[in-house]
Nanobody, 127 residues
Framework: QVQLVESGGGLVQAGGSLRLSCAAS????????MGWFRQVPGKEREFVSA????????DYADSVKGRFTISRDSAKNMVYLQMNSLKPGDTAVYYC????????????????????WGQGTQVTVSA
């Protein structure tokens, strides 16, 4: 099983950018779907983005399409979430997640499909 540590969160003004990083360690990083979720107090954790273990396919929640970009560097065991044109509604704790798979084109969208979670990093977007 992999272990995940997120970094890169912070406070930014609306319209600004942040890049979140997720460092993976432990078992081979390669055969995992990687995802980003976010959660605000009182609400369920929601899907933001995911990338296949091959890196060839990505997907995004409608609310972030065109503004966020997910990528992975398997050689460095890293996953990134580039967030541009940030809005106050993007304020949340962002979590990196890994889900084991045998299929290079598989993407997961729900929390229970992911085996491992990071501790989260706070992103705050001011108006």
């Amino acid at each position: 099983q992999v272990q995940l540590v997120e970094s890169g969160g912070g406070l930014v003004q609306a319209g600004g950018s942040l890049r979140l990083s997720c460092a993976a360690s432990g078992r081979t990083f390669r055969y995992y779907v990687m995802g980003w979720f976010r959660q605000v107090p009182g609400k369920e954790r929601e899907f933001v983005s995911a990338i296949t273990w091959s890196g060839g396919t990505t997907d995004y929640a409608d609310s972030v399409k065109g503004r966020f970009t997910i990528s992975r560097d398997s050689a460095k065991n890293m996953v990134y979430l580039q967030m541009n044109s940030l809005k106050p509604g993007d304020t949340a704790v962002y979590y990196c997640a890994a889900g084991s798979t045998s299929y290079r084109s598989r993407i997961y969208y729900t929390q229970n499909e992911y085996d491992t979670w990071g501790q989260g990093t706070q992103v705050t977007v001011s108006a």
